[in-house]
């Protein structure tokens, strides 16, 4: 509604561009593997025959309880992680608060397949605790009996969703709100639960929202953990099975995406109007206080045990890589730089595929996202909701569906010149991991716009500037910092990602390093070349991360500084 | 600041994707060739490189998918193929593809090759697939967490239904491994379908895990997650000769199969495909075979002299006593997966609690012995062992059709439809396991 | 840097006060309407403004001064009714072809740029050559006193430096017409006074026609020729701010600008006279051409007078009244007096002199209006 009416055509044309892409490489595809699940199976007829089934299945209705029931149980675990540390980092001066927002990220970047792996010989049945719990005390712990071991690698791989989203959440809170509690007589955890944890909650339940999304969907670790008995797996298995085209997996990837879009409209609806945080800007954020040397040992001392548990899976890897055997033993027999010497001299295409593909997805993904969100927020063409639904429904989509879809849809379709059908040109897997990591550009790029006062692109328009113009000189130069970020963020977990890739790597040259670790931990001969491979990606992902959060973080201390100069000068 | 490291990072990523452009390679006949495989890199890699070593300037584009993924890979690019070979152990995943028009025929000019190994025919009669190397199945063990456990090696099929293994055993679904399937369907050869069921239902009970793929199993064994593994042979060998403290014994129920290779119809590099398949079954490929990492049976009997460690099937040294039925395997063989998933796979936790009951009721019943109790067990295992459907009604056509989408013809009639069949028989099973476990319960209190 | 060391505005070659420019345009506003959504927020506007002239929007929040002032610009929904400079209809003209220069309230510096930058950007998105763009740049800057600060960042710079900044962005692209929204709404009281004072010399020397939106009738009063007093969307007087003051169209235009006493009451015939009758006893003789009917005494505070006897004249040139003092408020220049007469309060403003003590509550006191001075409005 803002400048509606008046020279939109660019933004027609734009808005159709991007419709067109979602249309093109999510709504088709995906409509194309789902529609089987209206199909009678003899006849390919339409019908709801199959959903019937579903509901009438034991193993199903087993299998959705199962799901709901990991999704939410790792939702709650991962909270327990993530609540402290958000708040520790936030609310107290700590000497390592980036470090310690750096490594709440690490888990973020490693293939939750591999973390699975990792974990299962340090957790599992007889894993490192487990051997040494029997040996000295005579007992086990079963950490990755079924379900349990799903949870435990759920939390600890997606809780950093909960804490990226909380930490800004607590930050964005007026200093001035909690003073006045105080002022008023509240303190201490009183304090937090009735001031500081409401105002907090959209953050906290956009991350929870998207934790219980993303194990609802999630396939590859409960297949690593060889748990079957929960929906994503069940279509899975029966997808990809030899033969059988049987429309139950299709029916259950209608029910993974509804539920999905379900859970997501839901922490939409239940946040709507919540969004206190904005509304109180300037106050820079909770005070943050000193703690005396008791808290402060104890908060390092929760802080330290909840990172040695997030970073099991790492430590595990690190183990596999440089060991030799590790065979029902507490650590491996003996170590060997031999894993990195194959990967150095076998497995470095992996690694620049990775960088050139998951760099040119988030490129493309905050391209689509700035423009998905400024057509939203600051055009008034009709429909515009539809894309920025479109964009942010792509986190609802499974991969397997998602690669299954683009091998059925553009398998026919040769691409000019190159002279390969599209659904095996390198291409299709940068569309792919731009299409699953779309999602986390839009948030972080829409929450950078509403930050962008209105009044700067009307100035620039005033001046003279057309639309484009605008967008160009102003909107994405003010935008940059929350660019950044979505570009981080796609790019981060985008460059591990496996489920789609797996479906679409048609070449072993074109393949990333996600698929580059899957083959190499499939060898009878040991999995430390892929530990080796997991711990490099790990690494790379990880100094990006950690650079460009650097990056950001200085960025906003010089405007900070800025602003404190000019309110010096002024007085 | 932001703006400028912005724009950097994103010419660096367009700079990058010019410099590098896979796509851009030159796509002669001849000097590139496509297989789809689900071999271990440490298989592939050694072929790829001794295969490209031997003709200069061929690249060979190693596709990994497991059995079954690949199989859906070359029915779903079909349309547009662009796969020359599907390399992968399973025949009946050959079988699948030959069905549907997907392979191409082709007459090996290489020599010297029997025509059987064991009772199996190494080539495809029709001429479609070839066998390159014969594998068995049997199981491995890690020898440090037998010790720790303090228990003994098995020795046949039969040994891994002891109670002594509970908890202990793992091994994949046949819907998510071609090897598996053959296990499962050799034993039901070799025992017949109802004492074959019977069979994999006891050492169902004593089940750890079903994993994901086949290779879980011996990754699961190495790692010391369970004890023993049913696993196809190499695996076991592979292991060992990588260093895992770990052991693998062939049963004397088994059959050796030939692992296969063909080419894909209307593959984009035919000379290269017949080249490399010529190479794979050359004396010079067969003896790849010998790799540590790869310890797979060679198809040239020759060979067999050149590594004394390995049990030559042609000369007798495994018990390779079924005649595997490949028409048998194939007419039910969705039928056979699905009904392992729904009454052992699916149902492992209902399995378990049901076999733990009858062993101890079992184990209370030999050192007290009561005749009415026994009775009582005895039930107990054959509701367990009980199998909804017949053998006969598992070769039936028209039946086995429910598991099948793609109907050759409109008229093809198929009665029901895969998720109410196997309701049906998940109903079946979970009352007759939660029966099994009740009589169990029954019986131990008799005893005590 | 502190605010009042710095130069004013420098005034060198002004032209006349009043007089326009020799680039000044006519702003013409024909039956403007406009809504956002259900919401009619300007219920059909027509207004002149003359070329040169210093017009101001005055009204309430939620008044519609602001979203006339952004439709004049371009921003905003799209209205019906026509918007003309000189002979131009800019109606459905997009907002970056109007040439309308605008200020806005938050000044919209772009932080990501130098105040220079911020400057030089419209006369670059114009296509302007460098070597043209740079002596602009430098004029404007100087026009506003900032010529050092060219190559500080907005941030670094103090409210007041800001708005010069934002003015000199606007004037350098040389607009049609200026547009001013709540251009001193975002600075300190003191600093106010000297602001609009130097807004209001360089409007005079630049001879730009400019309009002016705020809600403090002070701020309408003092820089403007003419203003516009909108309420509820639609504009309920126009003219010279005097003329507003003494001779408001309507209550709400009364009320607005400034404390008024308002009496309700009628207007009746006597004979051939007209007689104002009211509450609390208020009866005086009005002018014969005064119609009969409901109608609102008002005569501002400071026409009423306190003290003695009616000091001679006919009692039809005065009103008197006797009360009692309910209320004293000391404003330092005057003191506000509440006073209660015949159940009504009427305000009362008493100038200050040092040796006249003020009232205590309770006093009984009588007082005067000339009843010339007292304006009767109907409604």
């Known amino acids: 509604m803002i400048f509606a009416g008046r020279g939109q055509w660019g933004a027609f044309g734009t808005g159709g561009f991007v419709l067109l892409v979602l249309l093109v490489f999510l709504v088709i595809p995906v409509g194309k593997v789902i529609y089987v699940a209206f199909q009678q199976p003899d006849t390919g007829a339409f019908t709801l ?3 019937l089934d579903f509901f009438n299945t034991s193993l199903f209705r087993e299998s959705f309880y199962n799901s709901l029931y990991v999704a939410a149980m790792s939702v709650v675990v991962a909270s327990l992680i993530a609540i402290p540390l958000a708040y520790f980092t936030t609310r107290f001066r700590f000497g390592a608060a980036a470090l310690l927002q750096t490594l709440g990220v690490i888990p973020l970047i490693m293939p939750p397949f591999v973390g699975a792996v990792a974990m299962q010989m340090i957790f599992g049945a007889n894993g490192s605790i487990n051997l040494l719990l029997d040996e000295y005390f005579g007992f086990t712990i079963p950490f990755m009996e079924g379900l349990n071991g799903v949870i435990l690698v759920q939390a600890i791989h997606y809780f950093p969703f909960i804490l990226i989203n909380l930490s800004a959440s607590l930050a964005n809170i007026d200093r001035s709100v909690e003073e006045s509690a105080q002022n008023l007589g509240s303190y201490g955890f009183r304090l937090f639960r009735r001031i500081v944890f409401p105002l907090a909650m959209p953050g906290y339940v956009a991350g929870a929202a998207l934790v219980f999304l993303k194990v609802f969907d999630d396939l590859g670790t409960p297949l690593l953990l060889n748990v079957n008995n929960m929906l994503a797996p069940q279509a899975y298995l029966r997808i990809s099975s030899i033969g059988i085209t049987d429309p139950m997996g299709y029916v259950i990837s209608v029910i993974l995406v509804a539920f999905s879009l379900f859970s997501l409209w839901l922490s939409y609806f239940v946040t709507r109007g919540r969004d206190y945080a904005s509304l109180e800007k300037g106050g820079g954020g909770l005070g943050k206080r000193d703690l005396g040397t008791w808290g402060r040992l104890g908060a390092w001392l929760v802080i330290l045990i909840i990172l040695l548990i997030v970073l099991t899976p790492h430590i595990g890897l690190l183990l596999l890589s440089f060991g030799t055997i590790w065979s029902f033993s507490v650590l491996p027999d003996a170590y060997t730089l031999a894993h990195y010497r194959e990967v150095f001299s076998t497995a470095m295409p992996y690694i620049t595929n990775t960088l050139i593909y ?19 927020w600051r055009t008034g063409i009709p429909g515009r909701q539809i894309l920025d639904y479109l964009g942010t429904a792509a986190v609802a989509v499974p991969g397997v569906v998602l690669g299954i879809g683009y091998l059925r849809v553009f398998h026919d379709f040769q691409v000019p010149f190159v002279d390969k059908p599209l659904a095996s040109w390198w291409v299709i897997i940068v569309v792919a991991l731009m299409i699953r990591r779309l999602p986390y550009a839009l948030r972080a790029c829409t929450a950078a716009l509403q930050q962008v006062s209105i009044a700067l692109e009307e100035a620039a328009l005033n001046l003279g500037a057309g639309r484009f113009r605008t967008v160009h000189r102003i909107v994405v130069p003010l935008m940059a910092g929350g660019i950044m970020a979505g570009f981080v963020t796609s790019f981060a977990t985008a460059a591990v990602e496996l489920s789609a890739t797996i479906m679409l790597v048609s070449a072993e040259s074109d393949a990333p390093v996600a698929y580059g670790i899957y083959v190499y931990m499939q060898t009878a001969a040991g999995r430390g070349p892929g530990a080796a491979l997991g711990v490099l990606a790990v690494l790379l992902v990880g100094i990006a991360t950690y650079l460009s959060h650097r990056f950001v973080e200085r960025s906003r201390e010089v405007e900070e500084a800025d602003r404190r100069l000019a309110v010096a000068q002024g007085a | 600041m932001s703006v400028r490291a912005m724009r950097w990072v994103a010419l660096a990523a367009l700079g990058l994707a010019q410099a590098w452009s896979p796509s851009l390679s030159a796509q002669e006949i001849g000097d590139k060739l496509v297989v789809v495989t689900s071999f271990p890199k440490d298989l592939t890699n050694v072929f790829k490189e001794a295969f490209e070593k031997k003709y200069p300037g061929m690249t060979v584009e190693m596709l990994k998918k497991k059995t079954t ?55 495809d009669p029709d001429g479609y697939y070839k066998g390159f190397a014969a594998s068995g199945y049997g199981f491995m063990w890690n020898t440090r967490y037998l010790k720790a456990k303090k228990l003994p090696e098995p020795a046949e099929w039969e040994d891994l239904a002891k109670p002594v293994y509970f908890g202990h055993v793992g091994m994949s679904a046949p819907s998510r491994s071609g090897t598996t399937h053959l296990t499962v369907e050799t034993v039901l050869q070799g025992l017949g379908w109802e004492d074959g069921w019977a069979l994999w239902k006891r050492i169902g009970g004593n089940l750890k895990t079903v994993t994901e793929r086949s290779f879980g199993v011996p990754s699961g064994v190495n790692s010391g997650d369970f004890g023993i593994g049913i696993v196809i042979d190499f695996f076991g060998f592979s292991s060992k000769a990588s260093g895992y403290p770990v052991e693998f014994r062939y049963p004397s129920t088994t059959t050796l199969v030939p692992a296969n290779i063909a080419i894909v119809a209307n593959a984009p590099h035919p000379e290269a495909a017949a080249a490399f398949i010529e190479f794979v079954l050359s004396p010079e490929g067969q003896r790849l075979l010998l790799d540590p990492k790869i310890r797979r049976l060679p198809v040239r009997p020759e060979i067999y002299a050149e590594a004394p460690d390995l049990p030559n099937p042609f000369e007798g040294d495994i018990g390779a006593s079924v005649a595997f039925d490949v028409k048998k395997s194939k007419a039910r063989y969705n039928l056979v997966n699905s009904l392992f998933d729904v009454m052992i796979t699916y149902r492992l936790d209902d399995l378990q609690a049901a076999t733990k009951a009858l062993q101890d009721a079992e184990a209370a019943l030999a050192a007290k012995p009561n005749e009415e109790a026994a009775k009582l067990v005895a039930r107990g295992w054959e509701l367990v062992a009980a199998l909804p459907i017949d053998e006969a009604k598992s070769l039936d056509p028209e039946f086995a059709g429910v598991f099948k989408k793609k109907r050759k013809k409109a008229t093809d009639k198929v009665t029901g439809r895969q998720a109410e069949v196997e309701q049906e028989w998940d109903d079946f099973v979970r009352a007759n396991y939660a029966e099994a476990k009740a009589l169990a319960e029954q019986a131990l209190a008799m005893v005590r | 840097m502190n605010e009042h060391s710095q130069p004013a505005i420098s005034a060198t070659g002004a032209t006349a006060p009043g007089r326009a420019g020799p680039k000044a345009e006519r702003l013409v506003i024909e039956g403007l309407r406009l809504a956002f959504g259900a919401n009619e927020v300007l219920k059909g506007v027509d207004l002149v403004i003359e070329p040169g002239e210093f017009f101001a929007f005055l009204g309430p929040s939620g008044s519609g001064k602001s979203t006339l002032l952004r439709a004049i610009a371009g921003f905003g929904p799209k209205p019906s009714g026509r918007i003309l400079i000189g002979e131009e209809e800019i109606t459905d003209e997009p907002p970056w072809k109007r040439n309308v220069g605008m200020v806005f309230q938050s000044y919209a510096l772009w932080p990501h740029m130098t105040v220079w930058k911020n400057v030089a950007f419209g006369l670059e998105e114009r296509g302007m050559r460098r070597s043209e763009i740079a002596p602009r740049v430098r004029r404007a800057l100087e026009l506003v006193g900032l010529a050092e600060f060219a190559d500080r960042r907005p941030s670094q710079l103090s409210g007041g430096q800001q708005q010069r900044v934002a003015l000199a962005r606007t004037l350098v692209v040389e607009p049609r017409v200026l547009l001013l929204d709540e251009p001193l709404s975002n600075l300190d009281a003191n600093l106010r006074v000297q602001v609009r004072r130097e807004l209001k010399q360089l409007q005079r020397q630049l001879g730009i026609t400019t309009i002016f939106v705020t809600h403090d009738q002070e701020e309408a009063n003092t820089t403007s020729d003419r203003m516009a007093v909108l309420n509820d969307g639609l504009i309920q007087q126009v003219g010279a701010p005097v003329e507003l003051y003494d001779r408001p169209a309507n209550l709400f235009v009364a009320t607005f600008l400034g404390s008024a006493n308002l009496i ?27 119609p009969e009917g409901r109608a609102h005494a008002l005569f501002r505070p400071q026409i009423v007078h306190l003290g003695g006897n009616p000091a001679g004249g006919d009692s039809n040139e005065f009103f008197t009244f006797s009360g009692r003092v309910v209320r004293a408020e000391f404003l330092g220049m005057l003191v506000r007096y509440g006073v209660e007469v015949a159940g009504i309060e009427l305000l009362v403003d008493e100038p200050h002199e040092p040796d006249r003590p003020v009232l205590p509550e309770g006093a009984e006191v009588t007082g005067r209006i ?7 409005l109907r409604g």
Do not use: C
């Open chain 3, 264 to 290: 309700e009451g009628e207007v009746l015939a006597d004979g051939g006279r007209r007689l104002f009758s009211g509450r609390g006893g208020f009866r005086f003789p009005v002018a014969a051409a005064e």
């Open chain 1, 358 to 376: 998951a760099g040119l997805a988030a490129l493309f993904d905050v391209i689509l996202a700035t423009a998905i969100a400024y057509l939203v």
């Open chain 1, 49 to 51: 025959v199959n959903f």
């Open chain 3, 370 to 376: 000339l009843t010339r001075q007292i304006r009767i």
């Open chain 2, 69 to 123: 993924a690949g199989v859906k890979y070359i029915q779903e690019t079909a349309s547009n193929n662009t796969s020359d070979i599907f390399w992968a152990s399973a025949p009946d995943a050959f079988e699948v593809l030959k069905g549907d028009g997907l392979l191409a025929k082709y007459e090996v000019k290489a020599t010297g090759i029997p025509d059987k190994v064991g009772v199996f025919p190494i080539n």
